[in-house]
């Protein structure tokens, strides 16, 4: 293999999102990780859903596929799934992943597929104008609304804890350096990790902006915060983890915490698999051997 350059992940068309948008800084995040974990740009590969972050693999040099709206997830482990020895990452906003794809996103967390999914959160949809998006609060309002959101906000972090993620993180598009090292974290995590990123929208989201984020922003790991959730714990010590976890999630206003948030060791959906297909995933669809792997047989098997 060819000793790769950091300008070697960068697509030769030119990003054209607004001046100051957080997708600059997430998308330098990812071609920097990327680089640095030296991974073949012909096995990786980066999904999207619809909307202004869709447009991230269209500015990556690697294999790239942009999906429909709120099905980036779906679309994402099957590639997994047909090819394991893939990297697959999935991209999506907050609308795309938590609106009209928050049924894929809970689904996704009790599978536990071998992916980073990076949501990038700027509580608007940003390419229809600037409607409220998942993640605004009940009785905001941006400039963008005529009036102030009449309904209540999700957080990612909890939704994701609920589902089964076993590996959850936040970072700030600003802060590029510390967001590639979390991003550099998820991939290598053996498992589904989730990444929710803090993203201002300088066009439409005129209350968190970086001028709003600056001074509240905290680091988890500097504050001795320990993720990690090793096996064997006891009910009483496993409860003291998810309580100090939820407390962390729902910090939000005067401090807001950056970090991985949780890290635990699960069976991936992969290696549940082998109980059905015993030469998975030394052969796998994506090499045409459907006899190989006896695909119908496991069919039949799961049929009514």
């Given at each position: 293999?060819?000793?790769?350059?950091?300008?070697?992940?960068?697509?030769?068309?030119?990003?054209?999102?607004?001046?100051?948008?957080?997708?600059?800084?997430?998308l330098?995040?990812?071609?920097?990780?990327?680089?640095?974990?030296?991974?073949?740009?012909?096995?990786?590969?980066?999904?999207?859903?619809?909307?202004?972050?869709?447009?991230?693999?269209?500015?990556?040099?690697?294999?790239?596929?942009?999906?429909?709206?709120?099905?980036?997830?779906?679309?994402?482990?099957?590639?997994?799934?047909?090819?394991?020895?893939?990297?697959?990452?999935?991209?999506?906003?907050?609308?795309?992943?938590?609106?009209?794809?928050?049924g894929?996103?809970?689904?996704?967390?009790?599978?536990?597929?071998?992916?980073?999914?990076?949501?990038?959160?700027?509580?608007?949809?940003?390419?229809?104008?600037?409607?409220?998006?998942?993640?605004?609060?009940?009785?905001?309002?941006?400039?963008?609304?005529?009036?102030?959101?009449?309904?209540?906000r999700?957080?990612?972090?909890?939704?994701?804890?609920?589902?089964?993620?076993?590996?959850?993180?936040?970072?700030?598009?600003?802060?590029?350096?510390?967001?590639?090292?979390?991003?550099?974290?998820?991939?290598?995590?053996?498992?589904?990790?989730?990444?929710?990123?803090?993203?201002?929208?300088?066009?439409?989201?005129?209350?968190?902006?970086?001028?709003?984020?600056?001074?509240?922003?905290?680091?988890?790991?500097?504050?001795?915060?320990?993720?990690?959730?090793?096996?064997?714990?006891?009910?009483?010590?496993?409860?003291?983890?998810?309580?100090?976890?939820?407390?962390?999630?729902?910090?939000?206003?005067?401090?807001?915490?950056?970090g991985?948030?949780?890290?635990?060791?699960?069976?991936?959906?992969?290696?549940?698999?082998?109980?059905?297909l015993?030469r998975?995933?030394?052969?796998?669809?994506?090499?045409?051997?459907?006899?190989?792997?006896?695909?119908?047989?496991?069919?039949?098997?799961?049929?009514?």
């Open positions: 293999m060819l000793e790769l350059k950091p300008a070697d992940y960068k697509a030769e068309k030119n990003p054209d999102w607004c001046p100051g948008c957080g997708d600059f800084g997430i330098s995040a990812l071609q920097m990780a990327l680089f640095e974990l030296k991974k073949d740009p012909s096995r990786t590969v980066v999904f999207s859903g619809i909307g202004c972050s869709a447009k991230t693999p269209h500015y990556l040099n690697v294999y790239g596929v942009h999906t429909l709206h709120g099905r980036v997830l779906p679309i994402a482990q099957g590639a997994k799934l047909a090819h394991p020895h893939l990297t697959v990452v999935a991209v999506g906003g907050d609308g795309d992943g938590l609106g009209i794809g928050a894929h996103f809970v689904a996704a967390g009790r599978r536990n597929v071998d992916m980073l999914y990076i949501l990038y959160d700027n509580e608007v949809y940003g390419l229809t104008k600037g409607q409220a998006g998942p993640t605004l609060g009940f009785g905001e309002k941006t400039k963008s609304l005529p009036k102030p959101n009449p309904q209540g999700i957080n990612p972090l909890l939704l994701a804890f609920a589902a089964g993620y076993t590996w959850i993180g936040r970072g700030y598009a600003y802060d590029v350096k510390g967001l590639k090292e979390l991003i550099k974290e998820g991939i290598l995590h053996r498992g589904l990790a989730f990444l929710h990123v803090l993203q201002p929208c300088p066009t439409y989201n005129d209350l968190h902006t970086k001028e709003w984020f600056a001074p509240r922003l905290y680091r988890l790991q500097e504050e001795g915060y320990d993720p990690y959730v090793p096996e064997g714990l006891s009910p009483e010590e496993l409860d003291g983890k998810m309580a100090l976890f939820q407390a962390k999630a729902a910090e939000w206003g005067e401090r807001i915490p950056v991985v948030f949780w890290r635990a060791e699960a069976p991936t959906f992969e290696e549940r698999l082998q109980a059905y015993p998975y995933p030394g052969v796998y669809p994506a090499l045409g051997q459907r006899e190989a792997l006896d695909l119908e047989g496991l069919l039949r098997e799961f049929a009514l």
